[in-house]
């Protein structure tokens, strides 16, 4: 079993920065892809950004040159700072992690989600 706890949501003014992060622990022989994802109110779940074991990554289109997202491996943990928020950035951030545990076994999990609201 694998699990994923996220924290870093809130309340913040347009302009602001929030940081958060998503720590995986359990029964991980090895973690690949790490990811930030989010749903807007009434919008489908999109991705945000998302980081390779080699560290390659990659973002949305509406979230460049605002939002870093990076990852330490000896920690299995994935953070995403997120700069300059916008009132379109409110949403429910999810983190998704994909890896195997022992035995090849693979998995793909989400964290329980962490609220970020953008005032004007």
């Known amino acids: 079993q694998v699990q994923l706890v996220e924290s870093g949501g809130g309340l913040v003014q347009a302009g602001g920065s929030l940081r958060l992060s998503c720590t995986a622990s359990?029964?991980?022989?090895?973690?690949?892809?790490m990811g930030w994802y989010r749903q807007g109110p009434g919008k489908q779940r999109e991705l945000v950004a998302r980081?390779?074991?080699?560290?390659?990554?990659n973002y949305a289109d509406s979230v460049k040159g605002r939002f870093t997202i990076s990852r330490d491996n000896a920690k299995n943990t994935v953070w995403l700072q997120m700069n300059g928020l916008k009132p379109e950035d409110t949403a429910v951030y999810y983190c998704k992690v994909e890896g195997s545990e022992g035995l090849g076994v693979r998995f793909e999990n989400w964290g329980q989600g962490t609220q970020v609201t953008v005032s004007s």
């Open positions: 980081i390779t074991s080699v560290g390659s990554t």
């Open positions: 359990g029964s991980i022989f090895r973690l690949n892809a």
